[in-house]
């Protein structure tokens, strides 16, 4: 049943906003297109993400997760992409073929070039290693949030969060609007880590307690959540002798990081970068694996819909190009040219080449702490190629700089002045 | 002279809103400054005066291939309400097939602003339930 | 809540052998015991078989060097691990000799691995050889030795998929097994003994009492003279399968004089996780499985000792079993494992002390005990082999080849979809797994059978897949989810009521 592999020009695996918009942007661009979503319903992540602030940039609008979404499948459809849901990825080659499976089949597809718009999974408990037992109530905040949003499931009464990101932040007012009770929210750095609206609109608006420089330093109760023990944290990261006290509560959420999901790019050997979890890519959006492109969420996490999708649009297209045999370079000419680091204040630089720049590229950074006026600019040659002045930045906010490639020979330098 | 620093809401740009007034907030006594678009003046006066939100939650559908959609209310309402909204979508079940924009409750709670679904969520066919 | 009464007067019917405790020993003794014509009755107080120390040590098939050759551990373990392994062949259950690196971090360690190459000798270990730093860097890349003691023999096996397999297919040969039960004396009685329970009592003409850390006390019940059992913590930390990519053996330090464990080792396990640790530190609490965070630091730092480049930041994990000590913490080190039988009272054997090497010489220690039984009960009949019920372990999925795998989805379209992605666990591994003979159905016995939510993420990809089928396909309401029991529910109902 499997003897004869189907065939597509740019496969796109993971039907959330980054992957739709790429499908989307391919077929634009005249590719045949196959997108695989594991999921019963298109949109990744945004399905569960019934809150707004979607679409801005975007559309102009205010949407939710899933209307934006939508909007993405509409044209996705509307462009000719081949969409499958149900479709989880096993396996991906680095020539461009993969297996994929859904109940009753399991298949073999072959494509020119392939988009990672996997997206990315949550930190957990073990990861950071919370002492204490492991009792039923400790969930990551996502996990949470399908519970609640898909399942019409209640995980708790009496909650705390740890982590003050946009995810726990949402989780802490979504618990809220339903009957249960925050009683308060940890962050371990001395700031928040999540857009000050949200802050905003879901703790202050109900009174939620958010203990900066604080984090759970054991969780109590062998079958079930009892309490937390929160104590402060000083500068270095050690926690302060004498500062513990416990939160009785039945339930802990953890908003602890998200991690790009490579599992499949590294078994078809693309490289990775520590800094980011996802792949190293050059100004096309391609990793090391010639035709094997990133982005959204799996390249590096990121905190708008709207930019990965955007994101997804460029590698969508180059995809396409590559596909069709129309990319700018030869592959020889790609890979190690023109690296791009992150300098003073810059905690890392997506992409990490500007190989395959066509004129203007674009640089999507993060910096390393909260800072107020700055000045963001990327040098090489001994000369300015793009800069941005921002009121202030933050670590959760991701800076796009417009850098101009044209010309450029030596490593790039992205810094904070 | 009253102050209060107001963080904005409507975009992720969340400008620090600093607003100043004498005696009853009002829109022609109120100054507003740090806004990155004319926007937030409105956003500033309307936090003082009469706050409002936005409610998104979900609703339960009946035989559809979830058993709940997501839901928000058309337009912000008084921050006030936000309980009564709820418990006033609490009882509704939806039934399958369900579209984006169709309208869960009109005027809900009182307040003239309509909840509409943001999933669609198609009916279900063949399984038990 | 539910009382925890299975039966409000016990089980009154008197089984040939009460066994109490599902450990790996005990269903050892109940898979043995199932090939006679015996009734067999099993009593375990968690909800589920194997989730004591059985769940939470090493995983090692021990080659036999700790031992002394005159003792009962040490006999046991050489008979146990052949047995071990022809039990895993039968029961397909996963193990590997895939041996082990004793490595001497300094000069002065040298004499200790010659100490264990001299017992494991005795013992009759083969191909133990002392090597160089560098040969051992070679046998097992990144590893940093002056030298080191290679035991070739040395293997690993997953040891809650061997109790679940061995307690599994005894069930379906006609043990009876009473779970969320938990035995608190013996006493004799008219028929033989009975074991007081929180069901009421369970009687039997054979009590064996193979209850870890418990079986002291329980013994005293009935044999006051027997000795007491002394909790000894020991905490684990998991890495990712990616760092199993790189682990080809387990890497043991030299034994620390008089500890009361064999020292921080790091160990591959069937799956492709390798395990840190573990600790050793005595507690008052027979029942306890916290981890710490300073004992988690002490795992990262004394693992970086062995293999300096050991990657600490794919921790995904951790654990904590306690070990069943005959030594109190004064004293500290290893007794000898204590099969004991009074004259009083010859049908109630105690099995106390079975901590390390307790998981490889289970088939020893079971054969052992059925040897006693059979030669004081003669004539026993054995079941013909054409009337045994066969429960194989099920092969994973994910280690199928890939047209292996092609012809099982079309064999069962279930294979189909993947419920746990990090595990790569499908639909139809799950259902089997929710399908047990033992009836369990707590998502940690779902877990343990299936190995979804052991994965990276922790079940985030998971648990909700799982919700999803069990709401819709089997109308599962959220009080019926269950981490590990009525005491550790999942949920707290329904976010929004569905009116019926």
């Known amino acids: 049943m499997s003897d004869r592999i189907q065939r597509t020009d740019v496969a796109v695996i993971g039907g959330g906003p980054a992957g739709l918009a790429a499908a989307a942007a391919a077929a634009e661009q005249g590719a045949q297109v196959t997108l695989l979503d594991r999921n019963p319903q298109l949109g990744g992540i945004l399905n569960q993400c019934i809150h707004d602030g979607f679409g801005l940039h975007a559309f102009g609008e205010v949407l939710t997760g899933p209307e934006f979404a939508e909007r993405y499948v509409r044209r996705a459809a509307d462009a000719g992409v081949r969409l499958e849901s149900n479709a989880m990825v096993a396996h991906l080659a680095a020539s461009g073929e993969l297996v994929w499976t859904r109940t009753s089949r399991r298949a073999r597809l072959r494509a020119g070039a392939v988009v990672l718009a996997m997206g990315c999974r949550e930190r957990t408990r073990g990861m950071i290693r919370i002492p204490g037992c492991r009792p039923a109530g400790v969930y990551t905040a996502g996990t949470a949030q399908w519970l609640t949003n898909l399942a019409n499931v209640r995980i708790g009464r009496r909650i705390v969060i740890l982590g003050s990101g946009d995810i726990g932040l949402i989780m802490a007012r979504r618990m809220t609007w339903e009957g249960a009770e925050v009683i308060a929210v940890i962050e371990k750095l001395p700031y928040p880590s999540g857009l000050p609206r949200n802050i905003n609109q879901c703790l202050l608006d109900y009174e939620i307690p958010l203990h900066l420089s604080h984090s759970v330093t054991r969780i109590h109760g062998r079958h079930r959540v009892e309490r937390v023990t929160v104590s402060k944290y000083d500068e270095a990261g050690a926690p302060v002798p004498g500062s513990s006290f416990d939160i009785d509560c039945d339930t802990l959420l953890l908003s602890v990081g998200l991690i790009p999901e490579n599992e499949l790019s590294r078994r078809a050997g693309v490289r990775l970068d520590r800094r980011t979890s996802g792949a190293e890519v050059d100004a096309s959006y391609m990793t090391n694996v010639p035709g094997l492109f990133s982005c959204g969420n799996v390249l590096h996490i990121h905190d708008l819909a709207d930019w990965a999708a955007e994101e997804g649009e460029r590698a969508g297209a180059a995809a396409a190009a590559y596909a069709g045999g129309t990319a700018q370079l030869e592959e020889e000419e790609r890979g190690e040219r023109t690296p791009v680091h992150a300098g003073d204040g810059v905690r890392y630089v997506v992409p990490q080449s500007l190989a395959a720049a066509q004129g203007r590229a674009l640089l999507s950074l993060r910096v390393t702490e909260p800072r107020g006026k700055t000045k963001i600019e990327a040098t090489a040659d001994g000369r300015t190629i793009g800069s941005i002045a921002v009121r202030k930045a933050h670590p959760a906010t991701m800076v796009q700089l417009p850098v101009e490639a044209n010309g450029v020979a030596g490593p790039v330098e992205v810094s904070c002045s | 002279m009253s102050e209060r620093v107001v963080t904005c809401i409507l975009c992720p740009n969340g400008c620090d809103l600093e607003v100043h007034w004498d005696g009853e907030p009002a829109k022609d006594r109120v100054e507003v400054s740090g806004n990155l678009c004319p926007k937030g003046i409105r956003y500033a006066l309307d936090e003082l005066t009469h706050p409002e939100r936005t409610l998104t939650t979900s609703v339960r559908v009946r035989c559809g291939t979830q058993r709940l959609t997501s839901v928000k209310t058309a337009a912000p309402v008084p921050r006030d309400a936000l309980a009564s909204v709820r418990a006033a979508l609490v009882p509704i079940v939806l039934e399958a097939p369900v579209s984006t924009g169709q309208v869960v409750a009109e005027n809900v709670a009182g307040t003239g602003i309509d909840v509409i679904v943001t999933r669609p969520v198609p009916r279900r066919t063949g399984r038990a339930r | ?500």
């Open chain 3, 1 to 500: 809540m539910q009382p925890k009464r299975a039966n409000p007067s016990g089980d009154s019917r008197v089984s040939d052998v009460v066994i109490i405790g599902a450990g790996v020993v005990g269903a050892a003794l109940a898979w043995s015991l199932s090939r006679w014509r015996l009734s067999v009755t099993v009593i375990e107080k968690s909800t589920d078989v194997g989730m004591a120390a059985s769940s939470r040590n090493s995983g090692v098939i021990h080659a036999g060097i700790n031992y002394a050759p005159d003792s009962l551990r040490g006999r046991l373990c050489m008979t146990g691990r052949q047995l071990l392994m022809r039990w895993c062949d039968e029961l397909n259950v996963p193990y590997d000799v895939c041996g082990k690196l004793v490595v001497a971090s300094a000069e002065d360690e040298i004499p200790g691995l010659e100490r264990l190459r001299t017992l494991g000798e005795a013992n009759g270990v083969s191909g133990l050889e002392i090597v160089s730093g560098s040969r051992a860097a070679e046998l097992q890349p990144g590893i940093e030795a002056v030298a080191a003691l290679h035991v070739p023999s040395s293997g690993i096996v997953s040891p809650y998929a061997l109790t679940l397999a061995l307690a599994e297919e005894a069930a379906v040969n006609g043990v009876r097994f009473h779970l969320g039960c938990e035995a608190t004396g013996i006493r004799p009685v008219e028929s033989g003994y009975a074991v007081d329970t929180d069901c009421g009592p369970i009687a039997g003409r054979w009590v064996i009492n193979a209850a870890g850390i418990h079986a002291g006390r329980l013994a005293q019940t009935i044999d006051p003279d027997a000795p007491a059992l002394y909790p000894c913590i020991g905490e684990y930390l998991i890495l990712d399968k990616q760092v199993g990519e790189s682990l080809r053996m387990s890497v043991y330090p030299a034994p620390p004089v008089g500890g009361a464990g064999l020292g921080v080792h790091i160990t591959p396990t069937t799956e492709g996780n390798v395990l840190l640790g573990p600790s050793d530190a005595y507690i008052e609490d027979p029942d306890a499985s916290w981890c710490s965070g300073a004992t988690a630091d002490v795992l990262l730092r004394d693992s970086r000792v062995l293999w300096p480049d050991v990657p600490t930041h794919l921790v995904i994990g951790a654990y904590a079993g306690v070990r069943s000590k005959r030594t109190p913490p004064e004293v500290g080190g290893y007794e000898d494992f204590l099969i004991r039988r009074t004259a009083d009272h010859k049908r109630v054997v105690h099995l106390i002390g079975i901590e390390s090497p307790g998981l490889t010489a289970a088939p020893a220690i079971a054969e052992t005990v059925l040897g006693d039984i059979l030669a004081a009960e003669e004539p026993l009949e054995r079941k013909a082999e054409s009337e045994r019920v066969r429960r194989p372990w099920p092969t994973r999925f994910d280690d199928l080849s890939e047209p292996e795998k092609e012809r099982r989805v079309a064999e069962d379209p279930a294979h189909g979809e993947i419920v746990c992605r990090c595990e790569g666990v499908t639909k139809a591994e799950f259902l089997h797994a929710l399908s047990n003979p033992l009836g369990v159905k707590t998502l940690s016995g779902i877990k343990f059978r299936c190995r979804a939510s052991m994965g990276r993420c922790s079940g985030g990809y998971c648990l909700p897949r799982m919700v999803d089928i069990l709401q819709e396909e089997f109308g599962w309401e959220p009080d019926a989810f269950l981490l590990r029991g009525p005491e550790s529910p999942a949920f707290a109902g329904r976010l929004i009521e569905e009116t019926p």
